[in-house]
């Protein structure tokens, strides 16, 4: 890949002295979704699907970013005296903003850059593109400035920052985390409401974890995601007028329904619901990993998804036909819409027997029932962003 870059940016900036090389992964939540933002715990591990960058200082404040994936845009230009959101700046809105939130947070740069990426994660799949842009341009601007000021859960906050307030979108801080801090065979277990975590070994012994693409793109601006977040901000607050409670992920199930009745839209009720089960239902599901219940594991993951249908209506008809014909094959254990949902993913844990049948069955309905192609990749846990050589 290196090569290709290389290439790229010898025809774009005429030659690639003093370039540096970084990857940044995308992530997969093996359950615990919507709850991040809502203070609970949440259980992702970082892909060995990423993005790519070869990058280097300028000597005057341009930046300018090119992307292998987006060549219509052809190279984007802006400035370090104009660090604003612009439509035609398109996906380069996302690293742009990571130069802004360092502003924010006190570190401008005095030059700009040239950065030339590539990378394997579908856009609008629900696989954290947009998080593995951002925290792979954190180290891109860390390295290249030799800047010592943030650590890598400082660039996953920074990333969350920007995305939330420079590209519009209230994602909470899970898919940047897992990508900065995402570590090979492991998933993390995050407890969002401090940031407290640990790795736990993800042995599934003989069976693999098999992301589908249902080719139904979503956009979280665009979509439902923050009237989500604002559905559940509400029923925390009518809940706050009785309970001590700082956030939804404070709460058990029982307590929930005992207080219902101070919520008094049903709408924000079964969104609340769901970020309630679901936290219970990460926690759970990680302690019947420890003890090597896959099992378990599956029939919470298959919870997750009819609660983020039915509660949190975030799923759609494509990822819902996904997942039903997953469910009727022997040797699927456990299946899932992943992601912020509105179309991109569903996730399966599959035994190893059984993956060719899941690819070719599902496969072959999915594009009888909806019309076009459904996409599968057999993914790898692998680490989280780094410079490469």
């Not at 979509?223 to 809940?239: G, H, M, T, V, W």
């Not at 099992?295 to 819902?320: P, T």
């Amino acid at each position: 890949m290196k090569e290709t870059l290389t290439t790229k940016f010898i025809e774009l900036f005429g030659d690639a002295d003093n370039t540096e090389f970084f990857f940044s992964p995308g992530r997969v939540n093996l359950i615990g979704e919507h709850t991040d933002y809502n203070g609970g715990h949440v259980f992702p591990c970082a892909l060995t699907l990423g993005t790519y960058a070869l990058a280097r200082k300028r000597s005057d404040k341009k930046m300018h970013f090119y992307s292998l994936n987006l060549t219509n845009f052809g190279v984007v230009e802006a400035s370090l005296d104009d660090l604003t959101n612009k439509k035609e700046y398109g996906w380069a809105n996302y690293p742009l903003g990571i130069v802004w939130a360092f502003k924010e947070r006190g570190v401008e740069l005095e030059t700009g850059f040239d950065m030339v990426i590539w990378g394997n994660i579908p856009n609008g799949s629900g696989l954290s593109s947009s998080a593995s842009l951002e925290v792979l341009t954190g180290l891109v601007l860390t390295n290249l400035f030799d800047i010592h000021t943030f650590n890598m859960i400082d660039l996953a906050l920074i990333g969350q920052q920007s995305e939330n307030n420079f590209n519009g979108c209230n994602c909470g801080i899970m898919d940047q985390f897992a990508v900065a801090m995402g570590k090979k065979d492991h998933a993390i277990f995050l407890d969002t409401s401090d940031l407290s975590f640990e790795y736990a070994p993800v042995v599934l012994d003989d069976a693999k974890i098999i992301i589908t693409n249902s080719k139904v793109k979503h956009s979280l601006v665009d979509s439902k995601y923050n009237d989500r977040r604002q559905e559940c901000a509400d029923a925390l607050a009518a809940l706050q007028t009785k309970l001590d409670i700082k956030t939804l992920g404070d709460l058990d199930l029982d307590t929930f329904e005992a207080n219902v009745e101070l919520i008094d839209d049903p709408v924000k009720v079964r969104r609340a619901r769901h970020a309630v089960a679901e936290n219970q239902r990460t926690i759970e599901a990680v302690k019947a990993l420890k003890e090597g219940n896959i099992s378990h594991f599956g029939e919470l993951m298959n919870q997750s998804h009819i609660s983020l249908r039915d509660d949190y209506e975030v799923s759609c008809d494509e990822i819902d036909i996904l997942v039903d014909l997953a469910w009727a094959i022997p040797g699927v254990v456990g299946s899932r819409i992943t992601g912020g949902g509105f179309g991109g993913c569903t996730v399966s844990i599959v035994k190893t027997d059984a993956v060719d049948t899941f690819i070719e069955t599902v496969g072959a309905k999915y594009l009888e029932k909806v019309g076009h192609e459904a996409e599968f990749y057999t993914v790898d846990i692998g680490n989280g962003a780094c410079k490469l050589d």
